[in-house]
């Protein structure tokens, strides 16, 4: 496919010119991925010619520094010591000394690693099991624990972050040996304590503001999301939960289940838990998207009296817990609910779901998922109302009065104007509200729960699976219970959810060209 | 008040992408000095690189002697004005000005002997207690103005502050900037993209394009003598008229000839190209709209050309002409030098016959554009 | 001649008169009709917890005896007024931390450039797709461990939600970019540190952002279901307005509790509805101008 100049191009019909963007997509596709890889190429190479520097550089300054930075080598902070930096070298050596004394203790770091067998199939995590053992004194068993899998995986996983942050520190100290170095060989001053304090409030200052909320993001989020990735290759569950009973490296056993299509495999539930997601994800997105900005712009059109108050009226529905609201809503259309009721009395079910014995809305799989996104919007206009509402006073009411002059229709302002332009600021939007409903959890858990029950594959692998469960709500229930919680296959769930969103995410932003930049915007 | 140096600064964005290109000038103490030159030729990172806003690649600034390249822009004592003025929503117009003395904690009789000092040399006194948008933009940059004045700072930095004004509100606000120069006494360093402030207000004018100083001279300098034909046709509106056009060299004497005609060159012209030992050959010929005159259809040094356009100035014409070429020539001629007839005959499709003299000729290099007489 | 264009202008002038006004009606109709869909539920919710005769669904909107029998039950038969304090509490100490923690991260983001920013917001575009309940394996183990769980579930559950807060920086940061960099500029040349650019010049231009973040904190744990049923573990006296209530709508105690439930489900709306809608205006203002600028 050949590319046209502009003016040929210009030359199509609606028609020619739609094909030619298709096949121009589909030309530039081979493209993009060949840019991708290159690009990750780069990236490879790049880093490995950072660390070939960062040798060299580590290996100059070994030769050129003094006695203070060749000792700083092994004891850290050496070199800012001598050259006047007392706080950072304090602060380096406090470091090695807490890392030394960590990693050494009894139950210190080099503990915890010898006891996690890593990644060695079939090996259990810890290597000591607890155990019953007969207690003459009390004449009766006693429980003498013996390692907790999951201690040891967590500690085990501390300890190489310990590690790594040891070894970048042992790099950043003889850096700033170099800098100190390079420094006085200009003749200038050396930054003291207290000017690396003050900076803190100002050349410094993201420094500052970042260190909590990155701290927080480190423990609560990543070093969680490692941990659950190491736990997809383990059999963590109920029964082995690590301290009654040590679980142990399994390799993608539970991956291949997940897959695997067969009796006994959860392929079939997974399946048709994914293809239902993708679908409520898409109909939940559109339907609010489309249904909330025809419902801003009714609100919003000129002459329209009371409009804050329509507004207030929609925002209410933001105000009250989700909780309040949507078990309401669901208990609503109940069997013996208002609605469901009325719908009951009035014989408006259908008669397939009447002989099935569905006497409500939600016994019935494809009726449960119909009212699910029809709420859904009860729930979604408000927000996109509102936002709809802030773009639409954005746009420039010149563009509207020329467009009137030149003789366009409502409908064709609407389809000419308004809706390029929403969709191209709202670009991003989508893509958010698209994963968001992707994870929906408080919607369907709350209105179904994820019933009706999947009778055919309901019992899977031991999951029970409802016709309306998402990824999110499932994964939720393979980690309540006592009994048959299943961590390893929520960690795996988890992670194709985070595989799905994304794919996706990378198409969207190659494709939407207001996602490019993010300077463009401003 | 000090003097500012910068030497072999540049500008590097990212990798590869040079803003500045070797900057280096010496700024005299009290010295205005005008950055001017199109939007993109590295003047407002220049500024802003003397600010402390932007890092320096290369090279160093000195203010009074003292690098600064590694201070923070607080500590270089300067002070700015915006092309947006940057006033502070939230504070008072009293409280924008004192923005900088509450920061140093000075006392509150100092702050308002100073504040109060400053609206009255910009005429401002009455809207201390308003908050920025209930004024207008020349009150805004009146207390932009203010705010870098009660500083007493000892560099006065000014980045296109007339930019947002409109043109009758911009010619009042340049007046008044040279009327407070006066009452400052400091060394201002300012920035624009039009020639005409450049020339009003600069004691020395720094002319840029795509990161390069071009030239650095007074006004008059860059005006009679510009270095190339960049500065040429940058400075001086309408821009200068140039055309190629054969130099030749006969028996010591000195002929153009611009489109048939063949003017001779006498005077000091001549004797610099001598001096220079310019030889014959094609050349680029500049020559302002203000210095051609109408002349006789016999005269050998008469260039014959058709109105295009006839735009009347009031105290001047401004007559867009096409030379047989098919070049385009602006020419100037004050309205006092015609009678009410004459002017009325020059309509479109007229042809005219049009001359220049020796003195207001500049030659420039075919290939390299520069002056060839400098 | 002229007369009858004239006419004609006329007429259609009034042709688009009374199309508009009758678009305006069908649109007014629409709108009626969408305030009743739309506040139906929360009229039967009131509806329901009058009701003294029946304490399970009875299909009926109205009730056939009023009463305030289930509110006072509600206050003196269960922990309703416990789970209310607690999540109250959770409410404004989530709403404090948050605020710090989301503006600290969204300024920086917007209006500093340091190296390894792009790689933080990439990371947190990366984090962002893995479902955040995933974490809480991990999580609860860990507090339970540390006694932060059933009875302590407020506080670790106020850890939870503030935590990673910063994640969730992307409004915030989109008003920030709206402020103009030469403000951040003309202080800094007038003396100003990047602090003092912080609480002096930002910071007070900021109050509608601020009371957006202040109340998307407040109202978390209200809303909330998911990580608190998991901390809480069951435990009344740990237990959020949300986890309690859910429970009696079990198929075991809804008979018995269902009017119950609409009743703390008003007790529980009016304080939150009523701190949403004085503050409305900077939600939408959060809204409009986060999704604006992604």
């Not at chain 1, 003094?66 to 070199?79: Q, T």
């Not at chain 1, 299509?261 to 489309?290: C, D, K, P, R, V």
């Not at chain 1, 299943?486 to 959810?497: E, K, N, Q």
């Not at chain 2, 004192?98 to 009789?109: G, T, V, Y």
Request: proline share 3%; hydrophobic share 45%.
């Amino acid at each position: 496919m050949k590319q046209l100049s502009d003016l040929a191009y210009l030359k199509l019909n609606k028609f020619q010119r739609f094909w030619y963007n298709f096949l121009m997509f589909l030309a530039a596709i081979p493209r993009w991925f060949v840019g991708l890889c290159k690009r990750i190429g780069r990236a490879v190479a790049d880093f490995f010619i950072d660390i070939k520097d960062g040798i060299l550089d580590i290996g100059r300054t070994f030769k050129q520094g003094n006695w203070a930075v060749k000792l700083s080598f092994l004891i850290f902070g050496m070199g800012n010591l001598y050259y006047g930096q007392i706080m950072r070298g304090l602060f380096f050596l406090l470091f090695e000394v807490i890392f030394i004394v960590y990693m050494i203790l009894p139950s210190g770091g080099i503990h915890w690693l010898s006891k996690g067998n890593w990644f060695q199939t079939g090996a259990t995590i810890g290597n000591q099991q607890g155990h019953l053992e007969y207690d003459p004194i009390y004449d009766t068993d006693k429980w003498i624990p013996g390692d907790d899998s999951v201690k040891v995986l967590l500690y085990g996983l501390l300890t190489i972050i310990f590690i790594i942050a040891f070894i970048w520190t042992w790099r950043l100290q003889i850096k700033q040996c170099r800098i100190c170095m390079d420094i006085t060989a200009k003749g200038k001053k050396i930054k003291s304590g207290k000017e690396d304090l003050k900076s803190l409030l100002d050349d410094q200052f993201h420094k500052t503001l970042l260190s909590l909320p990155v701290i927080g993001i480190l423990a609560f989020t990543v070093l969680p999301i490692i941990f659950m990735v190491l736990v997809a290759f383990t059999s963590y569950d109920a029964a082995h939960d690590g301290y009654s009973n040590l679980f142990s490296w399994v390799g993608l056993e539970h991956f291949n289940e997940l897959f695997d299509f067969g009796q006994g495999g959860l392929g079939l539930a997974f399946g048709e838990i994914l293809s239902w997601t993708l679908m409520w994800s898409f109909f939940a997105t559109f339907s609010n998207y489309f249904l909330g900005m025809f419902v801003a712009i009714m609100i919003n059109k000129k002459g329209i009296k009371l409009k804050k108050f329509w507004r207030t009226v929609l925002v209410m529905t933001i105000a009250i817990p989700q909780f309040v609201s949507l078990l309401y809503v669901s208990k609503m259309f109940d069997s013996s609910g208002i609605i469901g009721e009325l719908i009951r009395d009035m014989g408006w079910l259908p008669q397939s779901m009447v002989d099935a014995h569905q006497y409500s809305l939600w016994a019935n799989p494809t009726s449960a998922k119909i009212l699910l996104i029809v709420i859904n919007i009860w729930i979604g206009i408000p927000y996109i109302m509102l936002m709809a509402t802030g773009i639409l006073m954005n746009i420039p009411a010149d563009l509207y009065e020329s467009s009137r002059i030149d003789g366009a229709s409502p409908w064709q302002q609407y389809t000419r104007i308004t809706l390029p332009y929403m969709l191209f600021v709202t670009g991003p939007y989508l893509l958010t509200s698209f994963v968001g409903n992707l994870n929906n959890f408080n919607v369907i858990y709350l209105l179904t729960g994820g019933e009706p029950l999947n009778t055919e594959i309901g019992s899977a692998g031991g999951t029970v699976v409802g016709h309306t469960d998402l990824l999110i709500t499932w994964l939720f229930k393979m980690t309540l219970g006592s009994t048959d919680s299943r961590y390893y296959m929520a960690s795996i769930v988890g992670i194709l959810i985070f595989v799905v969103c994304a794919v996706l995410s990378l198409i969207v932003y190659n494709v939407i060209p207001s996602t490019k930049n993010e300077e463009d915007f401003k | 008040m000090a003097s500012v140096k910068l030497t072999n600064v540049k500008k590097i964005y990212g990798k590869d992408t040079v803003a500045v290109q070797d900057f280096n000038l010496d700024i005299a103490d009290k010295e205005f000095i005008v950055f001017v030159g199109p939007s993109g030729c590295g003047k407002s990172t220049t500024l802003r690189m003397i600010a402390g806003l932007e890092d320096i690649s290369e090279g160093t600034v000195e203010i009074d002697g003292v690098v600064v390249n590694d201070l923070q822009p607080r500590d270089r004592d300067i002070a700015m004005v915006f092309q947006n003025y940057a006033l502070y929503p939230h504070l008072t117009v009293f409280e924008n000005m004192a923005f900088s003395l509450r920061l140093k904690n000075a006392p509150q009789d100092e702050v308002y002997e100073k504040v109060v000092n400053a609206a009255e040399v910009l005429g401002i006194t009455e809207y201390l207690t308003r908050k920025p948008r209930a004024l207008s933009g020349g009150q805004r940059q009146r207390v932009a103005i203010g705010r870098a004045m009660v500083r007493d700072s000892k560099v006065f930095l000014m980045d296109e502050p007339l930019s947002n004004l409109d043109a009758k509100l911009r010619n009042q606000m340049r007046a008044e900037i040279i009327l407070l120069r006066k009452k400052i006494d400091t060394t201002f360093i300012y920035v624009t993209h039009d020639q005409t402030e450049a020339m009003t207000l600069g004691d020395r004018i720094v002319i840029m394009k795509d990161g390069f100083i071009q030239q650095v001279g007074t006004p008059t300098e860059v005006f009679d003598m510009p270095v190339n034909l960049f500065v040429a046709e940058f400075i001086g509106a309408p821009k200068m008229n140039t055309f190629k056009t054969g130099l030749i060299c006969e028996d010591g004497k000195y002929f153009v000839t611009p489109y048939g005609a063949k003017i001779e060159i006498t005077g000091k012209k001549a004797e610099m190209l001598k001096e220079k030992n310019v030889q014959s050959g094609e050349i680029i010929l500049g020559v302002r709209p203000e210095h051609f005159v109408l002349a006789d259809q016999d005269n050998p040094a008469a260039i014959p050309c058709k109105i295009v356009v006839n735009e009347m100035m009031g105290s001047e014409l401004h007559l867009h002409v096409v030379e047989e070429n098919g070049d385009k020539l602006i020419v100037r001629i004050p309205t006092v030098s015609l009678e009410d007839e004459e002017r009325k005959e020059l309509v479109y499709g007229k042809t005219i016959y049009v001359t220049f003299e020796s003195k207001v000729m500049h030659f420039f290099d075919k290939e390299t554009e520069q002056n060839l007489l400098v | 001649m002229a007369n009858t264009t004239d006419n004609k202008l006329k007429r259609k002038g009034m042709g688009a008169k009374a199309s508009r006004r009758l678009s305006n009606f069908v649109i007014y109709v629409i709108l009626i009709l969408i305030t009743v869909i739309w506040l139906f539920p929360f009229f039967g919710i009131v509806m329901e917890s009058f009701k003294i005769d029946t304490q399970a669904m009875d299909g009926e909107l109205f009730p056939k005896q009023w009463g305030f029998d289930n509110y006072i039950r509600l206050f003196k038969e269960t922990d309703f007024i416990k789970w209310f304090i607690n999540t109250a509490i959770m409410g404004v100490a989530t709403a404090v931390f948050q605020t710090f923690f989301v503006l600290a991260m969204s300024y920086t983001l917007s209006r500093l450039r340091f190296k390894g920013r792009k790689a933080l917001m990439n990371l947190m575009l990366i984090l962002g797709m893995f479902p955040g309940f995933l974490t809480m394996i991990l999580i609860y183990k860990v507090f339970s461990d540390l006694g932060l769980t059933m009875q302590m579930a407020p506080v670790g559950l106020v850890i939870v939600y503030c935590a990673s807060s910063g994640m969730g920086y992307y409004v915030s940061k989109g008003f920030f970019d709206t402020i103009p960099k030469t403000l951040d500029e003309a202080a800094r040349v007038d003396g100003a540190t990047r602090w003092q650019v912080f609480y002096k010049v930002i910071m007070p231009l900021s109050g509608s952002i601020i009371i957006y973040t202040i109340l998307m904190g407040f109202m978390a744990p209200w809303g909330d279901f998911m990580m608190a049923s998991y901390i809480i573990h069951e435990n009344s006296a740990g237990m959020s307005v949300a986890v309690g209530m859910y429970e009696w709508l079990s198929k075991t105690m809804l008979n018995s509790h269902y009017t119950m439930f609409c009743a703390a489900g008003v007790v529980v709306a009016i304080p939150v509805v009523a701190v949403f809608l004085a503050l409305q205006k900077y939600y939408v203002e959060g809204v409009t101008g986060g999704a604006v600028k992604g």
